[in-house]
């Protein structure tokens, strides 16, 4: 089986905790990744509500030098890549293909120029927003009615500039309708699952995920308690189903959040996929619909748009 999941926060638990991204005991690391066939991780560096200002940037660049000195260290187990012929190499040479993201637009502190910044240290995703306010606009745990700020309309511009996706998972719906019209190509949505199965404010309504499939973008489904309503393999399914019933079968793909969410003890760690998959399997889903939810949607995805960015620099 292979997986390709859109969501974790265990480089940043990895740099908090001083332990390495090989070997842990935490939700994933890079030896038990290797159980899949093949294996693309985003892993996101996350920026706490608590964290702004010039303290957000510099824990943000604290935690991407990290990731680049790990993927050193264990180079014969994780490529950090930044091109769409890294990711292919990557895949084929047996090595996680890892993509680094950061969780939280105040990392920029504020300053458009700190794209770049972020781009030279191998960023190609931006969540605008955690749940709270920031420089850009509002999460969505403020329940506010505002959309992004002048500062997030001229900045998520310059994320499409720069090549560096706008991830919409934990903005506020007028947020998100913002970005819509902000940016000219495909967003995602990295771990976020859908409110008409489930009535929460993290999750997307229908409107929202046919806007992102409309546009040829991902949703990562991931697995937090809170939002799916139950944490059960069949209330997934469910949310996984209600997206194919809209249309998502090239847009639908995994966002565990692991090391950021707490699992049930079924699902814990990595295998959750593998999990997941075997259920489907019952379910009646074929090996080819698995292997596009849980890879080739995103791979693909990443392909494109990691070739698309190198075109137009
Ligand atoms: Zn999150």
Redesign the pocket.
């Known amino acids: 089986m292979r997986l390709f999941d859109l969501?974790c926060d265990t480089l940043y638990e990895c740099e908090k905790q001083n332990v390495s991204l090989e070997r842990n005991s935490l939700h994933l690391d890079l030896i038990r990744g290797e159980q899949y066939a093949a294996w693309c991780q985003v892993f996101a560096v996350w920026m706490p509500d608590t964290l702004r200002g010039e303290a957000a940037f510099d824990r943000c660049c604290q935690v991407l030098r990290f990731a680049r000195a790990q993927a050193q260290q264990y180079s014969h187990r994780l490529r950090l890549v930044d091109t769409a012929e890294e990711l292919s190499t990557a895949v084929q040479g047996g090595l996680c293909g890892g993509i680094l993201a950061v969780?939280g637009g105040s990392a920029l502190a504020g300053r458009l120029e700190a794209v770049a910044a972020l781009r030279a240290l191998g960023v190609r995703v931006l969540?605008l927003t955690?749940n709270g306010e920031n420089e850009w606009g509002y999460g969505c745990g403020c329940h506010s009615t505002e959309g992004l700020k002048p500062f997030g309309k001229r900045a998520v511009a310059e994320l499409e500039r720069q090549g560096i996706l706008p991830d919409v998972?934990?903005l506020n719906e007028a947020g998100f309708w913002d970005v819509a019209d902000a940016v000219s190509g495909p967003f995602m949505a990295s771990?976020s699952v859908l409110r008409a199965v489930h009535d929460h404010p993290r999750n997307l309504t229908d409107a929202q995920f046919a806007e992102i499939c409309r546009r040829g973008g991902l949703v990562g489904l991931n697995l937090c308690e809170a939002q799916l309503g139950e944490q059960t393999m069949d209330r997934w399914y469910r949310h996984l189903e209600h997206g194919l019933s809209l249309g998502g079968e090239h847009t639908i793909a995994v966002g565990g959040?692991l090391d950021?969410t707490d699992l049930p003890a079924a699902w814990s760690g990595i295998a959750f996929a593998e999990k997941l998959a075997a259920y489907l399997a019952q379910k009646g889903y074929s090996d080819e619909l698995l292997d596009r939810i849980f890879f080739q949607n995103a791979f693909k995805f990443f392909q494109a748009t990691l070739q698309r960015s190198q075109d137009t620099l």
């Open positions: 969501h969780e969540t955690w998972s934990h771990h959040d950021g």
